[in-house]
């Protein structure tokens, strides 16, 4: 079945690095990938997402690009601020049956110091 | 335009109870997802609501049911509750239609089972 594989985490990073959070993904056929962010005590957000190969999604800073030749969908961002620190959820929809099914990764928690 | 709501955001209920969560999607949004978080088992699909119709279901056991109403609103149930099933439940509400639908998420219920 369709799976999505998380880099173990926690990850601790200084305010103003480079992030890099990596995902891949096992699926038949072509899903679409999404980056969901949950900040402490809430509900996931979405974050950005692709549709098919080739695509960058970006949102606040943030860019994944869609690959389909490695399967992957890494996470990047320039510069990470403190307000980034929440756990991110790597994400495939189901490209047969229900459009609506998710199946998610296991999510990293990102901790960004000042 | 109002994001998904759930209520009751907390709850706590001993082991054989019953508990009946709810959701209400996003104006315009007919399908209503329901997944369960655990720090173990991380995300997972529980089943999904699109007019009235569960439309797909996850590998969860008979105790988990659900149902939505005419206005897209969505009731979740769990009976017999286990400890196990302590765990932060997650609506989300997409179009259910087109592709790719993408889900957006309420901020969840809280259960604790004791």
């Known amino acids: 079945g369709d799976s999505v594989t998380q880099m173990e985490g926690p990850v601790t990073l200084s305010e103003e690095a480079f992030l890099t959070i990596n995902c891949t993904y096992t699926a038949t056929g072509y899903p679409s990938l999404f980056w969901y962010v949950q900040y402490p005590g809430e509900g996931l957000q979405l974050l950005l997402k692709a549709t098919k190969a080739d695509d960058k999604g970006s949102n606040k800073g943030f860019e994944a690009t869609y690959r389909k030749e490695t399967t992957s969908f890494h996470l990047e961002k320039g510069s990470v601020q403190v307000s980034d620190s929440a756990v991110y959820f790597c994400a495939l929809s189901d490209p047969y049956g229900a459009n609506s099914k998710l199946t998610f990764g296991k999510g990293i928690t990102l901790s960004v110091r000042p | 335009k109002a994001g998904v709501t759930q209520t009751p955001r907390y709850l706590i209920k001993t082991r054989g109870q019953q508990v009946t969560l709810s959701c209400s999607p996003i104006?315009?949004?007919?399908?209503v997802s329901w997944y369960q978080q655990t720090p173990g088992q991380g995300l997972q699909f529980l089943f999904e609501?699109?007019?009235?119709?569960?439309?797909n279901k996850g590998n969860f056991p008979g105790r988990f049911s659900g149902r939505q109403f005419s206005n897209s609103r969505s009731e979740m149930n769990v009976s017999t509750l286990e400890l196990g099933d302590s765990a932060l439940y997650l609506c989300?509400?997409?179009?259910?239609?087109?592709?790719?639908?993408?889900?957006?998420f309420g901020p969840g219920t809280r259960l604790t089972v004791l």
């Open positions: 609501y699109f007019s009235e119709t569960q439309r």
């Open positions: 989300a509400s997409s179009l259910g239609q087109g592709w790719p639908d993408t889900q957006y």
């Open positions: 104006s315009g949004h007919r399908s």
